[in-house]
């Protein structure tokens, strides 16, 4: 087996969750965990190993525990799936991220995460807004979204807000990320809702907030987080000088990750080809076989696309040395028409001002 050398991450999913949110369209499950967290963990601990020439001798980069809920999980399954890896697998440097949702969160289960070998926590609070929180159907209230965050003190760590949410106005905007601030969080991700197919917000009638009242809400995030020292590196992401996710930069780099759990999908290079591939949806299916699915060989055509979608999301561009391929000379050919175009810089991989404002015209020049 011969060493591949592209930086590998480690995508983990844990699909339960205590509700379905009307917004989400992500694989999850609302059976009770009882117990199956521990089945779950030997079936991944089995993919793992299963994968040895995907992997190809290379350790991994990062480890994303993500969910559905991965903070409904026992710490014991957490740690008997880390426990597995951590010796031919894991280095002192691995970025190792577990999501949680606030109603799992205390400062002695964030102890016990940290002792079992995860040393950052992302946390989805969506909003400090009552009223905001109810229109997302959440199953957590303002009381234990500060409480969780607060328990988050001196830990390495991000928190998830949504945007465009119903009933939100640039002043209750203000006030959720006012919040994240005053916490000292070192790293924010900011989503506007999206309103996906198959969800229960699908079918609804919504009353959102309008293009203007997005525009402002845009403006205010811009303005108060680059005031506070923090940094947009990415679309919807924001850190503070050194705490950029490690995990995402890798799927926008074009690193290659493996995905293992019910549902989660891979994207691996060698020297001849880059697959993408997944693992099947059904838990207990899962659990049974860890097969892979909809394998499927990335053609010369859709890389020049799939290229542009994740590395121009990086705000301020890349050097060639920190993507993972040889850009194919298709690619620059595109790219030199969004040069000449005013949409992408020359001294690097990336976009300008004008580039980053129309991203998704922008990526059209490599269809
Ligand atoms: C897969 S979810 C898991 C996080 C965790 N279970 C939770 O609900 O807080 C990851 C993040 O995606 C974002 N998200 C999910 N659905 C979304 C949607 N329809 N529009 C915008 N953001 C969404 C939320 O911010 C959420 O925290
Ligand atoms: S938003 Fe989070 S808690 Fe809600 S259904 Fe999706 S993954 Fe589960």
């Known amino acids: ?18 509700i379905q949110c009307p917004y989400c369209d992500f694989s999850i499950t609302t059976d009770p965990v009882n117990g199956n967290d521990a089945k779950l963990a030997e079936a991944i601990i089995k993919d793992i190993s299963q994968s040895k020439d995907l992997i190809a001798g290379r350790k991994f980069k990062t480890v994303y525990f993500g969910g559905g809920t991965p903070s409904l999980a026992s710490t014991e399954s957490i740690k008997h799936i880390l426990d597995s890896i951590k010796n031919r697998f894991l280095s002192k440097e691995t970025e190792i991220t577990l999501e949680m949702n606030p109603s ?16 950052r926590i992302s946390l989805g609070i969506q909003s400090y807004n009552n009223q905001e929180l109810q229109a997302l159907g959440r199953n957590h209230d303002k009381e234990s979204a500060i409480q969780a965050t607060q328990a988050l003190q001196g830990i390495n760590s991000t928190i998830d807000l949504i945007y465009g949410i119903e009933k939100q106005t640039p002043k209750s905007f203000t006030a959720n990320l006012d919040r ?21 917000y699908y079918k609804k009638e919504l009353e959102l907030p309008n293009e203007e009242e997005i525009e402002k809400i ?18 919807s992401s924001w850190s503070k000088p ?42 207990e299916g899962y659990i049974q076989n860890q097969r892979s699915t909809d394998l499927k060989k990335i053609s010369d055509n859709d890389l020049d696309m799939d290229l542009a979608m994740n590395l121009l999301r990086i705000k301020n561009g890349l050097q060639p040395q920190d993507i993972t391929i040889k850009l194919p000379a298709s690619f620059l050919k595109k790219y ?14 990336g976009t300008t001002q004008k580039g980053y ?9 490599f269809f």
């Open 1 to 18: 087996m011969s060493l591949n050398k592209i930086p590998l991450s480690l995508y983990v999913h844990l699909p339960w969750c205590e």
């Open 336 to 349: 030199q028409k969004g040069i000449d175009e005013g949409l992408l810089l020359e001294d690097r991989i």
């Open 357 to 365: 404002r129309f991203l998704n015209e922008t990526i059209q020049l």
């Open 180 to 200: 994240v601030i005053q916490s000292n969080i070192n790293h924010l991700s900011l989503y506007q809702l999206t309103i996906e197919p198959n969800t229960i």
């Open 242 to 283: 050194g705490y950029e996710s490690q995990h995402n930069m890798n799927y926008w780099q074009f690193g290659d990750f493996l995905g293992v759990g019910p549902g989660s999908h891979s994207k691996i290079s060698n020297e001849e080809e880059i697959i993408r591939f997944r693992k099947i949806k059904p838990l």
């Open 218 to 235: 845009e403006l205010i995030a811009e303005d108060l987080l680059e005031k506070n020292g923090y940094k947009q590196y990415e679309v």
């Open 104 to 119: 799992n969160v205390s400062e002695g289960r964030i102890d016990e995460l940290l002792i079992a070998g995860i040393n």
